[in-house]
């Protein structure tokens, strides 16, 4: 293991072999879901890599096959908001939006390699960086609208920016896609199998170009939801999110059906903010968007629809969140319009 060392908990293994840094998140049975430990550690070795010469590229990558990682420890959130703690919830989410600008800016090639779930918090983690490597198990989502949340850890910022309102779609409905999709849309750079993994990071420890280390691997096709962009991007450039519903309703395919009634179970001032989050996104700086997110953040945690959003979809189960407002026409403009607003001490995540 590397002078960097290792978490108390081993829930991050960071170790140094040859001339890359690799970074394990290593919480398998928990979906290598991220915690306000695990940030740092990963803030801390970081930040000593980018002064580490011996140190050329930084290698992410998540232990065991399920997931790469499957966002932050929501629970936890949840129970310190319900309580009325919210400079605990804050906390956790500020120091993951430095970590993921420190991502977006590190100095050095960042490497994720990405096997399974990829959601929310992962997202953050290997979005950013500078390569990501998707192999066939890749399910990546931000499903944040379906727990009364909404698209964070800079979707703002990179959500935004994909072609054919492609952004937009995932930020509504917060459905899954594949390997061959994230590739076509830019959100992978690369795609190999999971089975080629260990000889990248051979390949990468042993210094020579990130490029050629990572290989040339036959491509896998365009998925599903590629096969539809013409019909996202009718749909889902819409000025409102009734509009593509409507929009929606009036095409009639089976992907369009299946895409409205999805996004008619997500919370009303979820979508809405979602919705401008996208149209605002495509103009704004990477920390003009984390400034953004977190003002955001800030009001959902004194709201309503998280913590039900939270309680019927991990606690109870039950699928039938009690949203407030329940209906789209029910959400006020000023209301979405206040998430936005400045405020006092705010971040900067320069």
């Not at 709201?303 to 606690?315: K, Q």
């Amino acid at each position: 293991m590397s002078d960097a060392g290792v978490t108390a908990d081993d829930a991050v293994l960071c170790e140094r072999r040859g001339a890359a840094g690799f970074i394990t998140l290593n919480r398998p049975k928990a979906l290598n879901a991220l915690t306000l430990e695990m940030v740092r550690a990963m803030r801390r070795v970081l930040d000593a890599w980018a002064a580490d010469p011996a140190v050329t590229r930084v290698v992410v990558q998540g232990a065991g096959e399920r997931a790469f990682c499957a966002g932050g420890d929501i629970r936890r959130i949840h129970e310190e908001g319900s309580a009325g703690h919210y400079a605990q919830a804050e906390t956790f989410f500020r120091e993951e939006y430095e970590l993921n600008a420190l991502i977006q800016r590190y100095p050095k090639p960042y490497v994720a390699l990405i096997d399974g779930i990829v959601m929310g918090g992962g997202v953050g983690v290997s979005l950013h960086g500078s390569h990501r490597v998707a192999a066939e198990r890749t399910a990546f989502a931000m499903p944040e609208t379906g727990i009364g949340f909404f698209p964070d850890v800079g979707a703002t910022y990179a959500l935004s920016r994909l072609p054919d309102c492609a952004g937009t779609y995932l930020a509504l409905t917060g459905e899954r896609i594949g390997q061959g999709d994230v590739l076509a849309f830019g959100l992978a750079t690369h795609a190999a199998p999971a089975a080629r993994f260990a000889a990248i990071r051979d390949a990468l420890a042993e210094g020579g170009p990130i490029e050629a280390a990572i290989g040339a691997h036959e491509m896998p096709a365009p998925g599903p939801l590629h096969a539809e962009r013409a019909l996202i991007a009718s749909c889902f450039s819409a000025d409102s999110v009734a509009e593509v519903l409507a929009r929606l309703d009036s095409a009639g395919s089976a992907f369009a059906q299946t895409s409205a009634a999805t996004i008619r179970t997500r919370s009303p001032t979820s979508l809405t903010l979602a919705l401008a989050q996208m149209r605002r996104g495509a103009g704004l700086s990477f920390p003009e968007a984390m400034r953004l997110e977190y003002r955001i953040l800030c009001r959902i945690l004194r709201g309503h629809d998280f913590y039900e959003g939270v309680r019927s979809v991990l606690i109870d189960r039950d699928g039938r969140p009690d949203w407030q407002p329940a209906t789209l026409e029910a959400v006020r403009p000023d209301d979405v319009e206040a998430h936005f607003a400045p405020m006092a001490g705010e971040p900067s995540f320069t």
